[in-house]
């Protein structure tokens, strides 16, 4: 049986909800409320040093990472489409993971987490990173449909939610509307599931 | 051929540079000056939006960060004992990769900026995310040899240059002797290319 330590409000617990739906895989949740400080309670610290959600447990295999939890997933469930392992698709998709690790968290998530959960980080610098973020994608997406390969990917999960959040951390789509339609192409796969400011409100 | 777009005193070509010894790689070498600022001419940003180096053209193949990098030449060069596709070694692995992406690089790597490049940064919160970064890594060494699995992949070699490089940044290992014995361990690996700062200086 999997069990997910999540919290309602995390993108990046969004992105596992999400591929367990996509599977169809039941799993047990248990809320860690960051609000509330849990992550940082002893026995969630033994599961995960960096005090983060998600973190996956998987008959005992525990992993606390997102971009690994998906990997992992659809490794494990031969969804090879979603993530194939030859060595450019496989790199491509790389590519984006570390960009939703590095630009798209520190920017993105954070721009929104300052907002809403009065995260003690400059704002400046986080809007400043998610436009870079934001600039990298819309680059992609202007000529493609999909940010790593022909099709959809774990690249496209790994780097939605915070996409689709950024109105929270009160920062405009505007000028980025390939963006803006790769985030209704993401909201019209099958198996996808909403959270509180998500689907994207605009358009 | 390849090409690798590369800065000497960079950590994440480092990796690279590692990576192309250990297979036995030639290659060319094009220097991209980050202290002339090379990385913002316009010809480079058409190469890679996010102007970082490194950058590889493997015959027109243009990939632009380091961990997906690693995973291209692991996988195009099968050597699958670096990188297995199961899935949880995958997911061990990636695990790793992000850390290398968002804490190593926002923490060990940044402390390093700020010194020794007068990068416009915080040096106290670089330094605390280094010490996060540090304290998982010494968790996992403490009890095993290698970070993902129980041998070298390539989730070592993502983490070692900015770990070993910290001494740069006036960051202190004397408190984390497991990784300071992991770092001997990768020095002594066949292949082995060292850099301005490497192999770390210390033990």
Redesign the interface.
Known sequence: MIRLYDFERSGNCHKVRMMLSMLGIEYERIEIDLAKRDQLQDWFVALN??HKVPVLDDDG?L???S???L???V??HGKTAWYP????A???I??W???S???V??GLASARAIVVFNRDL?YATAVDIAH?AL??ME?RLKQHDWLALGRFTIADLACYPYAALVHEGNVDLASYPAVRAWIKRVEDLPGYVPMPGLPYPGD
Request: hydrophobic content about 45%; charged content about 25%.
């Open positions: 040093p960096l295999l992993l606390r990472d971009a690994a939890i990997v992992y997933l490794r494990k392992d030859n060595a450019p496989a790199a491509e790389q590519q993971l570390s960009l690790v590095n630009e968290f520190n400059d870079t600039d990298t680059a």
